[in-house]
């Protein structure tokens, strides 16, 4: 399974970019797709997540009203949409997946099995 991050780049606070996520290799749908990031010297934090379906998706309380996670399962694509950065969104951002575990029930970095390379957001102020 292969995992591709795209869209990244460096934006002036208030601004916008909207990632993406490129699945391959898989049979069927990743039943959870989520977004992680990690900034220096911290830990990596789950900021969204969406099912295989695309109707439920979660979102971590810092990003809420800001960004946006959609599919396109035709497309074997992830989206995020990502308004009003703050100079805090600055770190790798992650797309992972799961095979069978839902959002809800795949919670920690720990519990996805497939992930991208990552690509970087830097948000200045």
């Known amino acids: 399974v292969q995992v591709v991050e795209s869209g990244g780049g460096s934006v002036q606070s208030g601004g916008s970019l909207r990632l993406s996520c490129v699945v391959s290799g898989f049979t069927g749908h990743l039943a959870a797709i989520a977004w992680f990031r990690e900034a220096p010297g911290k830990e990596r934090e789950k900021v969204s997540c969406?099912?295989?379906?695309?109707?439920?998706?979660f979102y971590t309380d810092s990003v809420k009203g800001r960004f946006t996670i959609s599919r396109e399962n035709a497309e074997n694509t992830v989206y995020l949409q990502m308004s009003s950065l703050k100079p805090e969104g600055t770190a790798v951002y992650y797309c992972?997946?799961?095979?069978?575990?839902?959002?809800?029930?795949?919670?920690?970095?720990?519990?996805?099995?497939?992930w991208g390379q990552g690509t970087q957001v830097t948000v200045s102020s």
């Open positions: 992972a997946g799961h095979g069978w575990r839902a959002c809800q029930s795949a919670a920690a970095a720990s519990d996805y099995d497939y």
């Open positions: 969406i099912n295989s379906s695309g109707r439920r998706t």
